[in-house]
């Protein structure tokens, strides 16, 4: 399927529109750096990169409306609604809605295609990668949590996130930060 230029600066606007502010979780720059892990993969994957692309742009538009909570459901009908009314293909459409709704490691079970994989993994390099980890255990440090609580719920996350990875790239590529990880774990609980 086609899309024009027009047809992608407007699908581009109305992503960064609801992104986060800036510095949060998932603002604009976090929208950017999935969509562009979100193409690599695709791209190394052999899948279909202009679905991965839309996905990766649009798999978090629900966040700045509502609640973390079941937000990839609530991404997926607002994808779905705004790509309808742009009159796009309906198989690319599904497909694109399909692979938001799976993002999240909730979900990523009902991953029926290739792209909705690579957008979960897409995602969670956010989190698997070392500057990923510093992320969230900064944005959950704010919570008012001890350095050792913050640190024992950003192990379990992290963990439980990298052991769902889907496609063999990103699993080739977050295998060392995983492994530092674990080592950084083991030795943090070592001298505490
Ligand atoms: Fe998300
Ligand atoms: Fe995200």
Redo the contacts with the bound molecule.
Sequence with gaps: MKLTKNQLKKIEKYAFQNAEEEGMA?DID??KS?TNWAIYLARKEKANVKVCKIAGLL??IALKKYSRKNHEQKSARMAKEFLSKMKLDHNFINQVVHAIEC?GSKFVKNAKTEEAKIIYDA?KT?VVLIKGFCRLYEERLRKGLTMDENLEECEEIYNRLYQLIQTITAKKILKPPYQIMQQFFKEYKKWK
């Design positions: 998932h976090h929208i999935v798999h978090d993002h995602d956010q």
